[in-house]
């Protein structure tokens, strides 16, 4: 089992506004069976594909797009450092 990293971190606004950036299918697995707030089918879906990646790289993308899957199932905001600095510039 090894840790591939994602050649574009994700980053996840989490419920109480903290941002924070998933750099591969490691940090992703952690944070769904640790942290995770509620445990639907997109959840499920995240965890066996990280899981899967954790052993077999060559699905490392399909990992980080189930895991966006999951975070807009639980209604996170969640995209790359240019999206959330465009979301940013928006607003003002």
């Given at each position: 089992m090894r840790e591939v990293p994602w050649h574009t971190p994700l980053w996840v606004t989490l419920q109480n506004g903290m941002k924070r950036q998933f750099c591969g299918p490691y940090d992703a697995l952690d944070f769904?069976?640790?942290?995770?707030?509620?445990?639907?089918?997109?959840?499920?879906?995240?965890?066996?594909?990280?899981?899967?990646?954790?052993?077999?790289?060559?699905?490392?993308?399909?990992?980080?797009n189930c895991f966006r899957a999951a975070c807009i199932e639980a209604a996170f905001a969640?995209?790359?450092?240019?999206?959330?600095?465009?979301r940013t510039e928006r607003s003002r």
């Open positions: 769904l069976e640790n942290e995770w707030p509620n445990q639907r089918v997109q959840h499920a879906r995240a965890v066996q594909a990280c899981r899967e990646a954790l052993h077999h790289p060559a699905y490392a993308s399909s990992a980080r969640c995209g790359e450092a240019g999206d959330l600095i465009t």
